[in-house]
């Protein structure tokens, strides 16, 4: 079920891979370290790559929130992703994965819109929700111009919790706003934390600390049901989601979050294509620039969007 590419079929991490594993943990938390999301929003921010030469950056705002219209060169503005970044709901923001949409906006040949959402524990559940919706609504409305055009193919996406609120936007939005498809990388589906993953993947992962996985979630939850849809995909009806493609590494915690919402979509009829990464670490794909694998999922995104572009 969740495989597929030719993925599984690697027995051997590129050369890059041990120098960013290792550069990785020295900044992970240790067994026993609190929740301490400044000191994750410092590094998300210190580690944030410059878009790829030739990437156009239109900034404007939508319900009050910044967003970052970002446009490569020869970019159908007709063709549009709205990209919602990870961050555990605790940080993120345009600045930290401009880059990152911009690389899979290139590969697609479309234009993508990075919104900065509301975070936790400032603003928990729903603020981020809401923001998503309405970055969708505009998106399905206005490109990079700010003129009122249709896009001919509209596309969402998002990693980590981006990943889980672009399937939590999906549910609050279907049969409203017409989605082309969806992409999501490293997808926290499941914000009861209790995914296999989390205690079997907990050695491998070097970005991710299990041991905070529920703290996070709490931040966010702020004493919200984890079961609702609309914090924890996983547990909605997912009939009628437009096609999907989800990326996962099979060395991170939340692997499991994706096989398991991958699994249930699929018997709810949902296309949906799995892929698992060898080896490979959570949000894997934001280190292109150093790891050919990262390299490699994002000309699969790029190309799975290619394929639903009307």
Same mark, same amino acid.
């Given at each position: 079920?969740?495989?597929?590419?030719?993925?599984?079929?690697?027995?051997?991490?590129?050369? +890059?891979?041990?120098?960013?594993?290792?550069?990785?943990?020295?900044?992970?938390?240790?067994?026993?370290?609190?929740?301490?999301?400044?000191?994750?929003?410092?590094?998300?921010?210190?580690?944030?790559?410059?878009?790829?030469?030739?990437?156009?950056?239109?900034?404007?705002?939508?319900?009050?929130?910044?967003?970052?219209?970002?446009?490569?060169?020869?970019?159908?503005?007709?063709?549009?992703?709205?990209?919602?970044?990870?961050?555990?709901?605790?940080?993120?923001?345009?600045?930290?994965?401009?880059?990152?949409?911009?690389?899979?906006?290139?590969?697609?040949?479309?234009?993508?819109?990075?919104?900065?959402?509301?975070?936790?524990?400032?603003?928990?559940?729903?603020?981020?929700?809401?923001?998503?919706?309405?970055?969708?609504?505009?998106?399905?409305?206005?490109?990079?111009?700010?003129?009122?055009?249709?896009?001919?193919?509209?596309?969402? +996406?998002?990693?980590?919790?981006?990943?889980?609120?672009?399937?939590?936007?999906?549910?609050?939005?279907?049969?409203?706003?017409?989605?082309?498809?969806?992409?999501?990388?490293?997808?926290?589906?499941?914000?009861?934390?209790?995914?296999?993953?989390?205690?079997?993947?907990?050695?491998?992962?070097?970005?991710?600390?299990?041991?905070?996985?529920?703290?996070?979630?709490?931040?966010?939850?702020? +004493?919200?049901?984890?079961?609702?849809?609309?914090?924890?995909?996983?547990? +909605?009806?997912?009939?009628?989601?437009?096609?999907?493609?989800?990326?996962?590494?099979?060395?991170?915690?939340?692997?499991?979050?994706?096989?398991?919402?991958?699994?249930?979509?699929?018997?709810?009829?949902?296309?949906?294509?799995?892929?698992?990464?060898?080896?490979?670490?959570?949000?894997?794909?934001?280190?292109?620039?150093?790891?050919?694998?990262?390299?490699?999922?994002?000309?699969?995104?790029?190309?799975?969007?290619?394929?639903?572009?009307?």
């Amino acid at each position: 079920m969740c495989g597929g590419n030719g993925v599984n079929d690697r027995v051997m991490a590129s050369p +890059g891979f041990a120098r960013v594993v290792s550069m990785l943990r020295s900044t992970q938390p240790r067994e026993g370290d609190p929740l301490d999301y400044q000191r994750y929003r410092r590094f998300l921010t210190a580690m944030a790559p410059r878009p790829p030469n030739g990437v156009r950056v239109f900034r404007t705002e939508v319900a009050g929130r910044t967003v970052d219209w970002v446009v490569p060169e020869g970019a159908d503005p007709n063709v549009r992703l709205l990209y919602l970044h990870g961050g555990a709901y605790i940080a993120g923001s345009v600045h930290t994965h401009r880059a990152l949409a911009a690389r899979i906006a290139e590969a697609a040949g479309c234009v993508g819109l990075v919104v900065d959402y509301r975070i936790a524990p400032e603003d928990p559940f729903p603020a981020a929700l809401e923001d998503s919706i309405a970055a969708l609504e505009y998106t399905a409305h206005y490109g990079p111009n700010g003129a009122l055009a249709a896009p001919r193919s509209l596309f969402v +996406g998002g990693d980590s919790a981006g990943g889980g609120l672009t399937l939590s936007t999906l549910l609050a939005t279907r049969g409203r706003v017409p989605v082309t498809a969806a992409v999501t990388l490293s997808a926290w589906t499941d914000l009861t934390c209790s995914g296999e993953s989390l205690v079997t993947r907990a050695a491998a992962e070097p970005v991710l600390a299990a041991h905070l996985m529920q703290p996070t979630a709490s931040a966010y939850l702020a +004493g919200h049901d984890p079961l609702d849809p609309r914090v924890s995909p996983l547990y +909605g009806d997912l009939a009628g989601l437009p096609p999907l493609l989800m990326q996962v590494g099979d060395a991170e915690v939340l692997l499991d979050d994706t096989r398991r919402f991958a699994a249930k979509a699929s018997a709810a009829g949902v296309d949906v294509r799995c892929e698992v990464w060898p080896e490979m670490f959570h949000v894997f794909q934001a280190f292109s620039a150093i790891l050919p694998e990262g390299q490699e999922a994002i000309a699969s995104l790029g190309g799975y969007l290619r394929e639903h572009s009307a």
